[in-house]
């Protein structure tokens, strides 16, 4: 089996909160949507994000919604010019500042916030990281020299 992923799902405690979150305040573009059931937007080539209510989700996926595991999301951006925006976007839209952005131990930066439903989202610059047109990641160490501090 190949390593993949097509559709990442979070169980969410309330959907109409979700929408308002993702749809109205971060404006991104619904490609299904099943009021009261699930909200499909697509997050990057071929990819899905996948927004199920949190009861039907247990019941399809034979859980309580307790036992849901903590989710961290990742989304790269290209400077910490964007990590800061997007974390303030995200804040505007409602989520809730976990970790401010700053600069990494690695040479990056990363802040990180959370949506209505308390799902993880790390906003990161990671100037070692590219994506070949075939798709492969790469990441390569980058001298912390290299990179700027957010708070300068």
Known sequence: ????????????????????????????????????EVIFIQIGHGLL????????FAVEADLEPSAVAPVSLGHNVDSI???EAVMEQAEAAGATIIAPARRMSWG???????????????I???????????????????????TADPAE
């Not at 979700?18 to 749809?23: A, E, G, H, L, N």
């Not at 990363?110 to 308390?118: I, K, M, R, T, V």
């Open 1 to 36: 089996m190949q390593p993949n992923v097509d559709v990442l799902t979070l169980a969410v405690g309330d959907l109409d909160a979700s929408r308002r979150f993702y749809i109205d305040g971060l404006k991104w573009v619904p490609t299904l949507d099943v009021p009261g």
């Open 49 to 56: 994000l996948s927004l199920y209510d949190a009861e039907k």
């Open 81 to 83: 010019e964007e990590v």
């Open 108 to 122: 990056g930066c990363s802040g990180y916030f959370a949506d209505p439903d308390g799902f993880r989202w790390e």
């Open 124 to 146: 990161v610059f990671n100037p070692g990281l590219s994506v070949d047109q075939d798709g492969t990641v790469r990441i390569e160490v980058i001298d912390q020299a290299d």
